[in-house]
């Protein structure tokens, strides 16, 4: 962390980052688009690149969706006298879906806020020649 930079605590980086916003000056952006990072932040030139979040953001999102959708399917099925295969299909596709759109990117910018708090950089690439850790 530069010497510019107030020091940010755990939960004010993942708030930042939730809200697609740079975890340490709140003022970047994490995003040039959907889900693609930035290589860097545009006000106070964090890295980001190190901070690949990689497959932890479809991870988490699958779970938050599943414990939403999931109790809802069967507060339905039993409440609902067990409405045809189709009622189930109108109402939790389009609500998965769109729970899904809407949740990834936040819990993507809340991923990479979480490893740039807790300094986890992803590891540089060796070039050429023969890797020993591997």
């Known amino acids: 962390?530069?010497?510019?930079?107030?020091?940010?605590?755990?939960?004010?980086a993942l708030m930042r980052g939730w809200h697609g916003r740079?975890?340490?000056?709140?003022?970047?952006?994490?995003?040039?688009?959907?889900?693609?990072?930035?290589?860097?932040?545009?006000?106070?030139?964090?890295?980001?690149e190190p901070y690949r979040a990689d497959d932890a953001p479809a991870y988490f999102t699958i779970f938050v969706v599943g414990h939403i959708v999931v109790p809802l399917v069967l507060l339905v099925e039993r409440w609902g006298a067990e409405p045809p295969l189709w009622v189930h299909a109108l109402l939790w596709l389009p609500l998965s879906v769109a729970l899904a759109l809407v949740l990834l990117p936040r819990i993507k910018g809340a991923v990479i806020a979480l490893l740039w708090a807790q300094k986890v950089a992803a590891p540089k690439a060796v070039t050429g020649g023969f890797d020993p850790s591997a």
């Open 1 to 12: 962390m530069d010497d510019d930079h107030a020091p940010v605590d755990f939960w004010t």
């Open 22 to 48: 740079c975890p340490r000056c709140n003022k970047g952006r994490l995003f040039s688009s959907y889900l693609k990072m930035k290589g860097h932040c545009e006000v106070c030139d964090l890295a980001l």
